[in-house]
């Protein structure tokens, strides 16, 4: 089915360590999004890229580097994995930068720090 | 700056009966107002939105919502509430101005057999 998909879906790091979160999605979108999804918080942007070849910070960046490697593929990397960062994590996808057809999300990938 | 508030963690309602989950927005400009539901280990789905034209706009499962320009609202309806609608709800706003949508924290929908 035509869509997001993000993995993995469950990780497990040790403090310190490094990952990436892959996304690529096949709707031919031109903005996607990384969130993070905490308890109590709702849904934080970490970072944008409106378009292939840009990327900009988001609400809450610290600890987190992206990469908009084609217009399919977007992810997000944690260089020093930190137990802060144990979240739920989605990726989404637009058709235009303010997503005047709706956002479609992946289905999430649960990261715990430990 | 673009806000969403969502006034209420959680909502409980009688199946059968009406349901309305509320959200109030602030932007700079005209808004562009979404609702998307969440079901349990599931990413959010999309239910329906506001752009421009009649301020009642109708989405996926029955959902409904009334834009409300005087009062910065966007608020969630249902006729008539199912068991299996219990989920978490968020409304979320982007402007003419900005590429980023803002969220709000979500309202917990439990509805009771």
């Known amino acids: 089915n035509a869509g997001v998909t993000q993995t993995p879906k469950f990780q497990v790091l040790k403090t310190g360590q490094s990952m990436t979160l892959q996304c690529a999605q096949d709707?031919?979108?031109?903005?996607m999004y990384w969130y993070r999804q905490d308890p109590g918080m709702g849904l934080r942007l970490i970072y944008y890229s409106a378009s292939e070849g840009t990327t900009d910070k988001g609400e809450v960046p610290n600890g987190y580097n992206v990469s908009r490697l084609n217009k399919r593929e977007f992810s997000l990397r944690l260089e020093s994995a930190a137990p802060s960062q144990t979240s739920v994590y989605f990726c989404?996808?637009?058709?235009?930068?303010?997503?005047?057809?709706?956002?479609?999300f992946g289905s999430g990938t649960r990261l715990t720090v430990v | 700056a673009q806000s969403v508030a969502q006034p209420e963690d959680q909502v409980n309602v009688a199946e059968g009966n009406p349901l309305t989950v509320k959200c109030t927005y602030s932007?700079?400009?005209?808004?562009?107002l979404f609702w998307y539901v969440q079901y349990p280990n599931r990413g959010l789905q999309f239910l329906l939105k506001?752009?421009?034209?009649?301020?009642l706009v109708k989405g996926s499962y029955g959902f409904e919502a009334e834009f409300n320009k005087s009062q910065t609202s966007f608020h969630l309806k249902k006729p008539s509430a199912l068991v299996s609608d219990s989920a978490l709800y968020f409304c979320?706003?982007?402007?003419?101005?900005?590429?980023?949508?803002?969220f709000g924290r979500g309202t917990s929908l439990i509805v009771h057999p």
């Open positions: 506001y752009i421009t034209g009649d301020n």
């Open positions: 709707m031919n979108h031109n903005s």
């Open positions: 979320a706003v982007t402007s003419g101005g900005s590429y980023i949508p803002t």
């Open positions: 932007v700079s400009g005209n808004p562009y």
């Open positions: 989404a996808s637009s058709d235009t930068g303010q997503g005047l057809y709706g956002y479609t």
